[in-house]
């Protein structure tokens, strides 16, 4: 017969049939209640003592045994998600250890299968089986002292099995989870029973027989039990008197051996009564040697009883409960004597453990002395070393894993995180749990887990909601449920849902204001306020409305700027302004104010390096300080200053890479990169350096499409993607290879449709939809496909009217609608119409004169300016000198200030020559 691994028949399953049967003896109230009380103790007899002969081919046995299975294999998963909180090391290698042998003994024990067949007999049985065992069920908990007595015992006789099985000792908190814990997760015992019954009511053969049969055929099965009864209590009763006599022949044992050694020692047998019980109770020493082996512990014991334990100063205590306990075995009280040591033990243990609190606190004032100086790693240190002694702080894991988030340790800060969590829940704090959900929320929005991180911010978004209706005065409450909206926001901006995410932010700013008001001097809520107004402003901005952002954004900035001026040394503070200023920079340059935009940028670069250097271990503030070099780096682009340009983006990658290689799982960091890696390669393509710029975006797609694979539904992913696309397509075409840039262009194409349907009222996704149709006819119209081309063409530019229709005063659109203007003129002169050609030129020159006056140190405005004055030039031959020399004047100019970039070096030349053509054909 193949081995049973999980010992089912003499150990588990012996055990819990045992009290199964106990229990159906008593069974009641059904409909087979008079059959049942006739002879319903001998029936159960019958029905679970069985031979051990068929008890491993018995269902239930069986069912027991997987149930076993189950429910160790639940615990298990639960020890080892608690021991990963653990920050012992040696007690994680430990536990580490053990789980993986319980693991290798649970999946033997799964691979173990019957060797045999239900018999006929047995059938008939187990046919009663499933109403018995459910009424067993119901009936456990009619005694709750009996059944908590059962439930320990069953669950101490499965943990010494199991430390058997493996051979090792098992850890505590392995045995803790095991037996249940004070978060409400229930022990062995109970998933036992409930698994069990579970596998017993869906077991085919029961089914069968249960729903056929029914009373009827419990009644013809207790007739057939019946008449097999007689035989079997017949067997039973002789086993029983067979036991009889070897019980009394064991009590004419003891008694002799008692008189003996009384006699012997010259102890009263009443003394040495409970010493022998508890001698032969756990122990094998075999029959003739126990009176020698007692007479031996007799003499021990009454020796340690006349040796007192010198009482030492250091503890106490000890000493004189181990007296106190000797004394007990003058009179062979070993009971006594254990009862005393153990109680000592107890308060030893509650004295450790008072101890251990306060010397946490040691740790914790450590931790405290440490965060003002910004050394991360001191402070991390004595945190864990605190929180070793005492893992009840709930703030004081939060403070852990912020400190961890902020050197980069995302994986550690998570785990602290979720032992706030779990302390949280023990202490059954609900605002610490609803800010435990939160933290862990922000981790995962950082690996890029959008899902993940709206159900923990949903989690304590519940949470706060609860809270802030049971009382609705208390503004802690009130200011959390802010905050949680401000993050609902986050993520519904971020998955592409702008009405949800308006939604909630303007949820987190009305409650932000209501408190504001109450307490304009209240800097906290004043703060909460700036952060509810940049999310409205990020939102207004993506809806193509700047003046609507530009306002939340400068209501935001306002607020920064008072609470820094209030708190010059607050460092939080300091980078809210920067980020604030950062905001009103993209708005004014959108409006095509460069000078604006740069100073609100350089102020925000001036406050993030500020920081960066205060802190360089501070991963998030070195986040903020490349953030800053990219914004400064597109101004000095836009502006012609390519080496200025170059050098700011090369600062702001140099960070980004260190970051993403020390934590290459934050998808933050990793599209940060891919941003810089854009930067770079725009800088290197208008240098005319076409190989470096390929590698560049290649490199920032292959992390796009990594972070896009993640999360498909994460929108601002899918919009990187398709940017890097049109990149990738742009080199490809310059090089000539039309298919590969077609193929380019339609992958970006694709993706910006999907967006723009999803939420055609977002400007951002419109104007980058119009972007690839103006792409996808470049490539048609290079094709010869004219009317292909034309009717993208078409698409793109109503999309820029509307746009720029809808802001005229966003610089960026009117320049997207000039170039649509010239596309259009393009198509309409090829086709010979030179009429609807030139006004078209004519259209986007008005456009690009305007922005030029605008701002006439922005580089791109002007070359933009030059081309307009060619293509009027050569729809216009008449006039073509006055335009060539305005175009020349313009290059001249840009070249002089080093603004021109290299690509297009030829370009003053090639102008000149045109007009002395004009002069000379004149």
Request: hydrophobic content about 40%.
């Given at each position: 017969m193949a081995v049973d691994p999980t010992g089912a028949?003499?150990?588990?399953?012996?055990?819990?049939?045992?009290?199964?049967?106990?229990?159906?003896?008593?069974?009641?109230?059904?409909?087979?209640?008079?059959?049942?009380?006739?002879?319903?103790?001998?029936?159960?007899?019958?029905?679970?003592?069985?031979?051990?002969?068929?008890?491993?081919?018995?269902?239930?046995?069986?069912?027991?045994?997987?149930?076993?299975?189950?429910?160790?294999?639940?615990?298990?998963?639960?020890?080892?998600?608690g021991r990963r909180n653990d920050f012992n090391d040696m007690r994680q290698v430990e536990a580490e250890r053990v789980s993986a042998l319980l693991w290798s003994y649970l999946q033997d024990a799964r691979k173990f299968n019957s060797d045999g067949a239900t018999s006929a007999e047995e059938k008939n049985v187990l046919g009663a089986l499933p109403a018995a065992y459910e009424t067993a069920l119901a009936a456990r908990s009619?005694?709750?002292?009996?059944?908590?007595?059962?439930?320990?015992?069953?669950?101490?006789?499965?943990?010494?099995?199991?430390?058997?099985?493996?051979?090792?000792?098992?850890?505590?908190?392995?045995?803790?989870?095991?037996?249940?814990?004070?978060?409400?997760?229930?022990?062995?015992?109970?998933?036992?029973?409930?698994?069990?019954?579970?596998?017993?009511?869906?077991?085919?053969?029961?089914?069968?027989?249960?729903?056929?049969?029914?009373?009827?055929?419990?009644?013809?099965?207790?007739?057939?039990?019946?008449?097999?009864?007689?035989?079997?209590?017949?067997?039973?009763?002789?086993?029983?008197?067979?036991?009889?006599?070897?019980?009394?022949?064991q009590m004419e044992g003891q008694a002799r051996i008692l008189n003996l050694v009384s006699k012997e020692k010259g102890i009263p047998i009443e003394e040495l009564?409970?010493?022998?019980?508890?001698?032969?109770?756990?122990?094998?020493?075999?029959?003739?040697?126990?009176?020698?082996?007692?007479?031996?512990?007799?003499?021990?014991?009454?020796?340690?009883?006349?040796?007192?334990?010198?009482?030492?100063?250091?503890?106490?205590?000890?000493?004189?409960?181990?007296?106190?306990?000797?004394?007990?075995?003058?009179?062979?009280?070993?009971?006594?004597?254990?009862?005393?040591?153990?109680?000592?033990?107890?308060k030893q243990a509650l004295q450790r453990h008072n101890q251990n609190k306060a010397d946490a606190r040691l740790f914790f004032e450590e931790a405290d002395i440490l965060l003002p100086l910004y050394d991360h790693d001191g402070v991390v240190v004595a945190l864990r070393q605190g929180l070793m002694l005492?893992?009840?702080?709930?703030?004081?894991?939060?403070?852990?894993?912020?400190?961890?988030?902020?050197?980069?340790?995302?994986?550690?800060?998570?785990?602290?995180?979720?032992?706030?969590?779990?302390?949280?829940?023990?202490?059954?704090?609900?605002?610490?749990?609803?800010?435990?959900?939160?933290?862990?929320?922000?981790?995962?929005?950082?690996?890029?887990?959008?899902?993940?991180?709206?159900?923990?911010?949903?989690?304590?978004?519940?949470?706060?909601?609860?809270?802030?209706?049971?009382?609705?005065?208390?503004?802690?409450?009130?200011?959390?449920?802010?905050?949680?909206?401000?993050?609902?926001?986050?993520?519904?901006?971020?998955?592409?849902?702008?009405?949800?995410?308006?939604?909630?932010?303007?949820?987190?700013?009305?409650?932000?204001?209501?408190?504001?008001?109450?307490?304009?001097?209240?800097?906290?809520?004043?703060?909460?306020?700036?952060?509810?107004?940049?999310?409205?402003?990020?939102?207004?901005?993506?809806?193509?409305?700047?003046?609507?952002?530009l306002q939340a954004y400068q209501a935001g900035l306002d607020i920064a700027k008072?609470?820094?001026?209030?708190?010059?040394?607050?460092?939080?503070?300091?980078?809210?302004?920067?980020?604030?200023?950062?905001?009103?920079?993209?708005?004014?340059?959108?409006?095509?104010?460069?000078?604006?935009?740069?100073?609100?940028?350089?102020?925000?670069?001036?406050?993030?390096?500020?920081?960066?250097?205060?802190?360089?271990?501070?991963?998030?503030?070195?986040?903020?300080?490349?953030?800053?070099?990219?914004?400064?780096?597109?101004?000095?682009?836009?502006?012609?200053?390519a080496r200025g340009a170059l050098q700011a983006y090369q600062d702001g990658l140099d960070i980004l890479k260190t970051l993403a290689e020390r934590d290459p799982g934050n998808a933050e960091w990793q599209r940060d990169l891919s941003v810089s890696y854009d930067n770079i390669g725009d800088i290197r393509r208008a240098a005319g350096h076409a190989k470096g710029a390929l590698q560049a975006y290649q490199d920032s797609l292959d992390i796009r499409k990594t972070l896009a694979e993640r999360d498909p539904g994460n929108a601002v992913w899918q919009r990187d993607l398709s940017v890097s696309y049109n990149k990738i397509g742009d080199i490809r075409r310059a090089a000539g290879d039309a298919k590969g840039a077609l193929q380019a262009y339609q992958d970006a194409f694709d993706i910006r449709r999907t967006l723009a349907e999803r939420d055609p009222g977002n400007a951002e996704w419109q104007r980058d939809l119009s972007v690839s149709y103006n792409k996808i006819g470049d490539i048609r119209r290079a094709a010869g496909h004219a009317k292909g081309a034309l009717q993208a063409y078409q698409h793109g530019f109503d999309i820029a009217k509307a746009l720029a229709e809808r802001d005229p005063g966003n610089a960026e659109w009117q320049r997207d609608l000039s170039v649509n203007y010239d596309n259009i003129g393009d198509i309409r002169r090829a086709a010979g119409h030179a009429k609807d050609a030139l006004q078209a030129y004519r259209d986007g020159f008005d456009i690009r004169k305007t922005l030029a006056e605008h701002d006439p140190d922005n580089a791109e405005w002007q070359r933009d300016l030059i081309v307009s004055l060619i293509k009027l030039a050569e729809c216009e031959p008449e006039n073509a000198s006055v335009y060539y020399k305005m175009a020349l004047k313009i290059a001249l100019t840009l070249s002089s200030a080093g603004k021109l970039a290299p690509a297009d070096a030829w370009i003053p030349e090639e102008l000149a020559r045109r007009l002395e053509a004009t002069r000379t054909s004149s």
């Open positions: 028949t003499s150990g588990v399953a012996a055990k819990a049939l045992g009290i199964a049967a106990n229990l159906a003896g008593g069974i009641a109230g059904n409909e087979a209640h008079a059959a049942y009380t006739a002879f319903g103790a001998r029936y159960a007899a019958a029905l679970f003592k069985r031979h051990p002969e068929i008890d491993r081919n018995h269902h239930i046995i069986m069912a027991l045994r997987l149930a076993h299975l189950d429910a160790t294999e639940t615990i298990l998963a639960r020890f080892d998600e009619s005694d709750m002292s009996d059944a908590t007595t059962v439930r320990k015992e069953l669950e101490d006789n499965v943990l010494r099995e199991l430390s058997i099985e493996i051979g090792d000792a098992l850890p505590a908190l392995f045995m803790a989870a095991f037996h249940g814990n004070a978060n409400g997760n229930d022990g062995w015992h109970d998933m036992f029973v409930r698994a069990a019954s579970g596998r017993l009511k869906d077991n085919e053969a029961f089914k069968a027989i249960w729903n056929a049969e029914q009373l009827a055929r419990i009644r013809a099965i207790l007739d057939f039990v019946d008449k097999k009864i007689d035989r079997v209590l017949d067997g039973q009763t002789t086993a029983e008197r067979e036991a009889e006599r070897r019980h009394n022949e009564a409970p010493v022998l019980a508890r001698l032969i109770g756990h122990s094998d020493v075999p029959r003739d040697k126990i009176a020698k082996v007692l007479a031996d512990a007799v003499d021990d014991l009454l020796a340690r009883s006349q040796t007192l334990a010198a009482i030492q100063n250091d503890y106490p205590e000890i000493d004189r409960a181990i007296n106190t306990a000797r004394k007990k075995l003058e009179t062979l009280d070993v009971e006594g004597a254990l009862a005393t040591v153990r109680k000592a033990q107890g005492d893992p009840d702080p709930i703030w004081r894991w939060g403070q852990l894993g912020d400190e961890l988030r902020k050197t980069g340790q995302r994986l550690n800060a998570v785990a602290a995180f979720e032992a706030a969590l779990e302390a949280a829940l023990r202490a059954d704090d609900e605002r610490a749990i609803g800010v435990s959900h939160e933290r862990i929320g922000d981790i995962r929005r950082a690996e890029g887990d959008a899902k993940g991180a709206l159900q923990a911010y949903q989690d304590s978004l519940d949470i706060w909601k609860t809270l802030a209706e049971r009382d609705p005065g208390n503004t802690e409450w009130q200011r959390d449920l802010s905050v949680s909206y401000n993050k609902i926001g986050d993520i519904r901006r971020a998955e592409g849902d702008a009405k949800g995410a308006l939604q909630a932010y303007q949820a987190g700013l009305d409650i932000a204001k209501a408190l504001a008001e109450r307490d304009p001097g209240n800097a906290e809520w004043q703060r909460d306020l700036a952060f509810s107004y940049n999310g409205i402003g990020d939102i207004r901005r993506a809806e193509g409305d700047a003046k609507g952002a008072a609470l820094a001026e209030r708190d010059p040394g607050n460092a939080e503070w300091k980078r809210d302004l920067s980020v604030s200023y950062n905001g009103i920079g993209d708005i004014r340059r959108a409006e095509g104010d460069a000078r604006g935009a740069l100073q609100a940028y350089q102020d925000g670069l001036d406050i993030a390096k500020a920081l960066a250097e205060r802190d360089p271990g501070n991963a998030e503030w070195q986040r903020d300080l490349s953030v800053s070099y990219d914004r400064i780096g597109d101004i000095r682009r836009a502006e012609g200053d």
